[in-house]
């Protein structure tokens, strides 16, 4: 029950673009680098560390809304993220943005999506056990991630993970909008009638 309420509370959070009262969720213990066991993410903003045994951390992220996702890793470690749907298929990844940083911008819809982060060298392993290294769009039909993982050397040390969720605009009027247009118009074309 409690882990319900504490899915219901991010995806509420998330939707408004808003964070908890505290700074940010720290990872507890050791986030696994396999997408089926990942740590439930509970705010926009994602602390750990990379340790010398440690070959990359995932985050499960459940968004309540869709909107224009932007994904800002720091840290002491050269950083390199990749984001995943919900059915575990790699969308896109970014080695460097800005010197060590990783920045990936990506619109999303509501759902579940996951974040893998690691230093320099991480790679998506499918479950056929291809590797691409998370920069830039996947290979085509590079199927569904299993795990990331570092497959050269491994640099420790700390990261941040800055999520931002920005709503986009369709341009399409939602059902209640219209409905008070139209209440309104047809206020208006009684009005009409009555002076008439």
Same mark, same amino acid.
């Given at each position: @029950?409690?882990?319900?309420?504490?899915?219901?509370?991010?995806? !509420?959070?998330?939707?408004?673009? =808003?964070?908890? #009262?505290?700074?940010?969720?720290?990872?507890?213990?050791?986030?696994? /680098?396999?997408?089926?066991?990942?740590?439930?993410?509970?705010? =926009?903003? *994602?602390?750990?560390?990379?340790?010398?045994?440690?070959?990359?951390?995932? &985050?499960?992220?459940?968004?309540?809304?869709?909107?224009?996702?932007?994904? /800002?890793?720091?840290? +002491? *470690?050269?950083? /390199?993220?990749?984001?995943?749907? #919900?059915? !575990? +298929? #790699?969308?896109?990844? %970014?080695?460097?943005? %800005?010197?060590?940083?990783? =920045?990936?911008?990506?619109?999303?819809?509501?759902?579940?999506? &996951? *974040?893998?982060?690691?230093?320099?060298?991480?790679?998506?392993?499918?479950?056929?056990? +291809?590797?691409? !290294? @998370?920069?830039?769009?996947?290979? #085509?039909?590079?199927?569904?991630?299993?795990?990331?993982? %570092?497959?050269?050397? *491994?640099? $420790?040390?700390? &990261?941040?993970?800055?999520?931002?969720? +920005? $709503?986009?605009? /369709?341009?399409? $009027?939602? $059902?209640?909008?219209?409905?008070?247009?139209?209440?309104?118009?047809?206020? =208006?074309?009684? @009005?009409?009638?009555?002076?008439?």
């Amino acid at each position: @029950m409690k882990t319900k309420l504490n899915t219901l509370s991010l995806a !509420f959070l998330l939707a408004a673009g =808003m964070t908890t #009262a505290h700074a940010a969720y720290i990872e507890s213990g050791d986030a696994s /680098n396999d997408l089926a066991s990942a740590q439930l993410a509970t705010d =926009m903003q *994602i602390q750990g560390t990379i340790d010398q045994g440690d070959t990359g951390d995932v &985050y499960r992220l459940v968004f309540a809304t869709g909107g224009l996702l932007t994904i /800002n890793a720091t840290g +002491q *470690i050269d950083t /390199n993220i990749a984001l995943f749907d #919900a059915g !575990f +298929q #790699a969308l896109a990844g %970014n080695d460097d943005s %800005n010197s060590l940083d990783s =920045m990936l911008t990506y619109v999303i819809g509501a759902g579940t999506y &996951y *974040i893998g982060i690691g230093d320099y060298a991480m790679y998506a392993i499918s479950a056929s056990n +291809q590797a691409w !290294f @998370m920069d830039g769009l996947p290979p #085509a039909g590079f199927g569904t991630v299993s795990r990331i993982e %570092n497959l050269i050397s *491994i640099d $420790p040390g700390a &990261y941040t993970l800055t999520l931002s969720l +920005q $709503p986009r605009s /369709n341009g399409v $009027p939602e $059902p209640a909008t219209l409905g008070l247009l139209g209440l309104g118009l047809l206020g =208006m074309g009684m @009005m009409r009638r009555k002076r008439a």
